[in-house]
């Protein structure tokens, strides 16, 4: 039966139906313990909801909807390895990654040539094709193979390895990696091509960028194996494009792209921040993983989370969801989620091939804090839509400077209070707003947010957040009945493209294209 027409999901409309214009203020003054009851506290971390528009109600209905959905049924299945991604004949076993002394024999051998590999390059005994010391590194990958690495290098940069830069190039655009290379000494720089199919055309393209360069200027091809090591599932196609199998750091179809940090594709960040650094974000992860699978529904925080986005994206209409780290360091959060998010759960297709006919996956979006106060929050204030919010911040900053941290969590608390309470007529004219003005100066409020607050931001901390929004993300398929590990929606554009390259390259018969793409091309050919 399809969710929808389960008595769960009609229970949950009904409860919308009555619910859905309950404004956060009464709902706060009619419960003021209402934190106590809406918030989740788990090792150090805590997460308040209260300000979501839901009562007791609608959790006890939106979690037997789990249950109808089967979510442990799921957790099950993962764990014992079937074929989830089964459009695609894959398990999907990216806990088995950072299960530590429980990981399988694979997944233990490779994490230790990981680390003997982050051991030569930081000690200096691996030396580059001059004799000199990796200083830069540049790790050449998109999508999965880039966003995870690089968000979680830009997150611990306070955890920074010195007398090594690590460098990120994901666009097919020269413009991302010539500048870069402008910058760097081939005698000194090493390049992770990462990606795990080894067929990507950004990827590939880049790569065989960065091998013109250095051999421009080591002038032998011996050199590659100084300077390029390989992060795939392909071990043929790495080996033709000429990285030794020794260079190779190996990983499995059973980890999906987007989930796939936690593999050899977290080498560029083992780098930058260190072997035991990595260490602690896989123990992070872990502790998640442990927390996911076992506690109860109520305390559960991925699934929480999920239920939330189901609620406000189904029930209450939202179609976008933001993310809002009132943390620098978390900058790259938002374009991390939106892959995970979005590539998983952006699907209309269900797991029997049948259209699901509801809302799935919000359009993620999102920019640190308090940034975002100062360009698009003037739209959730008064813009009239429904846009929910996840803002998340440190108790302890990562940089302690004064002033600056309360200042930052009074901005954030203080916009999640104006989002949810906003400010009424009354209040306004109290407040000795002149009369003309009066119209401007009326804020709706109940715009719905969650607060989640961690200790601090620590290559830990960080791998129970990633795990977090995995494990939500993982919830938000199962309750859609989605398979939230294939991406068939991205192989179109990519066709079409290697069809329209040549007749960019050196023009054509474009006759099958419309005329919209044949004037984009004469136009872009200058003819
Ligand atoms: O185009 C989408 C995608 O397949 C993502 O799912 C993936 O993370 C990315 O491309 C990169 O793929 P690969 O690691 O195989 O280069």
């Known amino acids: 039966m399809r969710i929808v027409d389960t008595p769960a999901w009609q229970a949950l409309s009904a409860h919308a139906d009555t619910t859905r214009d309950h404004h956060l203020r009464d709902l706060f003054a009619a419960a003021p313990e209402r934190f106590q009851r809406f918030s989740l506290r788990w090792e150090g ?8 528009r839901v009562d007791a109600t609608t959790m006890h209905l939106l979690r037997e909807l789990a249950q109808v959905a089967d979510i442990e049924g799921w957790k099950h299945r993962m764990v014992a390895g079937e074929l989830l991604n089964h459009t695609e004949g894959r398990a999907v076993r990216h806990m088995d990654l950072r299960a530590g002394e429980q990981a399988p024999a694979e997944v233990k051998r490779v994490l230790e040539r990981m680390r003997l590999f982050c051991e030569a390059i930081h000690s200096g005994a691996w030396r580059g094709y001059s004799g000199e010391r990796i200083t830069h590194v540049v790790n050449i990958g998109i999508g999965g193979s880039d966003l995870g690495p690089r968000m979680a290098t830009r997150a611990l940069i306070a955890h920074h390895q010195p007398d090594i830069e690590v460098h990120f190039v994901a666009n097919i655009d020269g413009a991302d990696i010539a500048p870069l ?17 080894f067929s990507t055309l950004e990827t590939l393209t880049n790569a065989r960028t960065a091998r013109d ?9 011996k050199a590659v194996g100084r300077h390029f090591v390989a992060l795939s599932t392909d071990l043929d196609l790495t080996g033709r494009f000429g990285i030794p199998a020794d260079n190779v750091f190996e990983f499995w179809d059973w980890v999906g792209g987007r989930f796939s940090l936690w593999s050899a594709i977290g080498l560029s960040l083992a780098l ?8 602690r974000l896989l123990a992070g992860a872990k502790a998640m993983d442990n927390h996911f699978l076992e506690s109860p529904a109520e305390e559960n925080l991925p699934l929480t989370l999920a239920l939330l986005s189901l609620w406000n994206t189904d029930f209450l209409g939202a179609s976008t969801a933001a993310v809002l780290p009132y943390a620098q360091s978390f900058q790259l959060l938002p374009a991390y989620l939106q892959q995970l998010e979005m590539e998983s759960n952006g699907k209309q297709t269900d797991r029997q091939g049948q259209p699901i006919g509801i809302s799935t996956s919000p359009i993620i979006w999102g920019e640190a804090g308090t940034n975002g106060q100062h360009s698009f929050f003037q739209l959730f204030h008064q813009g009239g839509r429904i846009i929910p919010c996840d803002f998340i911040v440190l108790r302890e900053s990562d940089y302690p400077l004064p002033r600056h941290h309360d ?15 906003g400010q009424t007529r009354e209040e306004a004219i109290a407040a000795g707003t002149p009369s003309e003005l009066l119209p401007y100066k009326i804020f709706p409020g109940n715009q719905p947010s969650s607060t989640l607050l961690l200790p601090n931001l620590t290559p830990y901390t960080l791998g129970q957040l990633i795990a977090l929004f995995e494990h939500k993300t993982f919830c938000l398929g199962a309750l859609w009945n989605i398979n939230a590990f294939d991406q068939w929606g991205v192989e179109l554009g990519k066709q079409l493209a290697s069809q ?12 099958q294209f419309d005329s919209s793409t044949r004037g984009l091309i004469a136009a872009a050919r200058g003819v």
């Not at 250095?214 to 032998?220: E, I, T």
């Not at 930058?272 to 260490?279: D, K, L, P, Q, T």
């Not at 200042?407 to 309470?421: E, G, H, P, R, T």
């Open 181 to 197: 290379l402008g910058r760097l000494n081939p005698r000194s720089t090493l390049f992770i091509v990462a990606s795990k199919t």
């Open 213 to 221: 360069w250095l051999l421009a200027a080591a002038g032998s091809e």
């Open 272 to 279: 930058a921040v260190g072997w035991h650094n990595f260490e």
């Open 45 to 52: 971390l805590l997460f308040d909801y209260s300000k979501q």
């Open 500 to 511: 329209l390259t040549p007749l960019l390259e050196s023009g054509g018969d474009a006759s």
């Open 407 to 421: 200042s930052l969590l009074a901005n954030c608390f203080a916009q999640s209070a104006a989002l949810a309470f």
